[in-house]
């Protein structure tokens, strides 16, 4: 029994060592990964492109924090220059202001009188819309005090057209370019244009006759107030 147990050991290790690679079967194949992985494509990884380095990330970071602070810097620099050039520029004008102060005043009268709304006269025909136009005026300078040397040059900046062409012309060569000029004298160069002798003798003959005849009491006051 001892004889032919020794024996068969040594059958299975002869069989064993003599069997080479070639001599196994296809059924004894060993399966090389999982079969069902089949239709999936394979991944070429020498086109993939290169894993950023995390060194390299970090050593990038106190670069961009320093670009950072340096732009923070630059618009705060900014910003100090600019309210630097505003002060100035207000320090100038204070200056300017306190070198010739009539001129700052009368940029103030002009905007006061602007403010109001003064009317505008084009040198229509009408009498009537002549001396409105010097009654409203008058008004507003009473309104804001003006005075006596700014009336001419405040009344003349509202008048357009015709009227203003009449005054270009007046000015050069009635009052040949005179600075101080009365309102007085004005009046009488504006009315002997637009509000002539003849137009007042006519009026103040209308005047005379002025009867209430058919006018209601209100249009008669209103007429006799025009005449």
């Known amino acids: 029994m001892a004889y032919r147990g020794t024996r068969f050991r040594q059958t299975l290790a002869m069989d064993s060592t003599d069997v080479?690679?070639?001599?196994?079967?296809?059924?004894?194949?060993?399966?090389?990964?999982?079969?069902?992985?089949?239709?999936?494509?394979?991944?070429?990884?020498?086109n993939l492109p290169p894993a950023p380095e995390?060194?390299?990330?970090?050593q990038s970071i106190p670069g961009l924090v320093q670009a950072m602070q340096q732009q923070a810097?630059?618009?705060?620099?900014?910003?100090?220059?600019?309210?630097?050039?505003?002060?100035?520029?207000?320090?100038?004008?204070?200056?300017?202001?306190?070198?010739?102060?009539?001129?700052?005043?009368?940029?103030?009268?002009?905007?006061?009188?602007t403010r109001i709304g003064p009317?505008?006269?084009?040198?229509?025909?009408?009498?009537?819309?002549?001396?409105?136009?010097?009654?409203?005026?008058?008004k507003i300078f009473r309104a804001i005090r003006c005075p006596e040397e700014d009336k001419v040059p405040l009344a003349t900046f509202t008048l357009q057209e015709r009227a203003d062409i009449w005054w270009t012309s007046t000015?050069?060569?009635?009052?040949?370019?005179?600075?101080?000029?009365?309102?007085?004298?004005?009046?009488v160069a504006f009315r002997e244009?637009?509000?002539?002798?003849?137009?007042?003798?006519?009026?103040?003959?209308?005047?005379?006759?002025?009867?209430?005849?058919s006018l209601s009491v209100m249009d008669y006051e209103a007429r006799f107030a025009e005449l």
């Not at 207000?90 to 070198?99: D, S, T």
């Not at 084009?122 to 008058?138: L, N, V």
């Open 171 to 187: 000015l050069r060569t009635i009052f040949a370019d005179r600075e101080n000029i009365s309102w007085n004298e004005f009046l």
């Open 119 to 138: 009317p505008i006269f084009k040198g229509e025909s009408s009498p009537f819309m002549a001396e409105s136009w010097i009654r409203e005026t008058e």
């Open 54 to 58: 995390l060194g390299s990330l970090l």
């Open 73 to 113: 810097l630059n618009q705060a620099d900014l910003l100090t220059q600019l309210r630097e050039e505003r002060a100035a520029l207000a320090a100038v004008v204070e200056q300017l202001r306190m070198l010739n102060p009539d001129r700052a005043r009368d940029a103030s009268l002009l905007e006061r009188f």
């Open 193 to 213: 244009k637009f509000f002539p002798e003849h137009i007042q003798e006519k009026m103040e003959l209308e005047f005379l006759n002025l009867t209430q005849g």
């Open 20 to 46: 080479t690679p070639e001599q196994i079967t296809p059924e004894e194949t060993p399966v090389q990964g999982d079969q069902t992985n089949q239709g999936v494509p394979a991944v070429d990884h020498a």
